[in-house]
């Protein structure tokens, strides 16, 4: 991961959660979430964790209280986030989005809670693999999946004497 | 200084009109009507610098229609989606940023300053804007409770308080009671550290902290975030590591939205 380009409080959505907690070695993108969340905390800064996420992750009936660590924050769904939710995400505006894409208003609902959360809370970005509330959120909070934030691959090529380097230093170094 | 042809048109000013009976440039108070103009343009050059957009105002005019403040610029289209984006902040339909918060307020009590019956409006070319009056637009339940990650920086007095930060509240420090001295010793260890804290608040109708009470506080673990929480997963919630489908199972889309209890 890039760490300059990291954001310093960032809120990470449910499908990002598990994928970066728990072990799911075949999926495609668990590699990205993992990374990203070792990243941030590596870092120092702040992840975010929005409660309704907390509701979506639980499936056990005996859960331990979620730990209070540096770095990974709980923040709640309270009422200052439902001020967020009932004028950002108005259930008019979500009902069309479900039209419009084709998911559920129940997952629609629980996007809608989480991005709340991540206003309410100043968030600088909201991480997620489905931009599908994208459109609806206002531009003060930016919306970015995990894989954003890998460094850039830089192409190599060979040159003199077969070391690989990068194209732009190649160029110099062969002209020493 | 004298208007052009075109701005007397209007075709290239934004207009702020206040309106209500007997309301004349003649009879209006200069100051609240110079401080409402001065607010409503520093509230506009905000949004402008969060969008990086390039607002330009020159000259200004006062027209006799009950009385607008006339703001002629070279960028009207501009201006008026500025315009446009402030209005659904102040009827609510947008979100207020924090970096435009403290402006928007200004405005919001420039506009509350004015004498009762009197109401503003914002005039672009062909539409107009009238500002909803703020005190019924931000309803602010006067006290809730939360919880907060917060950094504690002072606890102490007869009557105990403690004074925190938290990210999620913007910069502004606030202060809660507490309910007893030892409450306040125990927190005296923790001075200058994050913690988890239950708080009772109560906010002012911009949604800032003015008072509440420390219900409870939990010091941070200081043991490894990753571990710590890829041990609580592992608890609470390893059935995820046999699904495959994870995002199937997130959207629910097999399962009917309409719920029928057991008899």
Redesign the interface.
Known sequence: MDSKSLPR?ALLD??VL??A????P??PRSADCRDF??AM?AAGN??LVGAPSLA?????MA??Q???????????F???AA??LG??FPMVALKQLALKTG?????LK?DALIAACA????ADLLVT??GRLSTQI???LRVASPSAFREKQLQLVSVDGGALVPPANGTKSSKK | MASSERDKSGADALKLEIDGPGVHPQTVDPLLTLDLGRAYLRFLNKIAD??ELNLEFKGLDIEDKCAALVFPSGKIAVAERVATDAHRMLA????V???VEASANEFRAALRALPAGQSVAVLLRKTRLPIPPQSSVR???LR????L?AMLIAVGGKQPTAKFTS??E?TRPFTVRLSDIPTAQKLGALLFK???VEVRVERDPE?LIVAGELLDF?????????E??????R???????SI?D??KE????E?L?TWVPDA
């Open positions: 409080r449910t499908g598990i994928r907690l728990g072990e799911h075949t999926d969340l070792d905390v702040d992840v979506e992750m639980i499936r056990a859960v331990p979620a730990p209070s660590t540096n770095n990974i924050v709980v923040v709640p309270d009422d200052q001020i967020v004028t950002t998911a559920t208003l129940t997952y629980y206003i309410r809370h100043k693999l489905d206002p531009s003060s | 969060e969008a609510g339909a947008q979100l940023s924090h970096r309803l602010q339940p809730s409770v939360t919880k990650r990210k999620s913007g994050e913690m988890d949604g939990t010091a941070l673990t200081g043991t490894d975030p990753l710590s929480w890829r041990a609580w997963f608890t609470a919630a390893s059935e995820w590591d495959e994870i995002d997130l959207s629910r889309d399962v939205e």
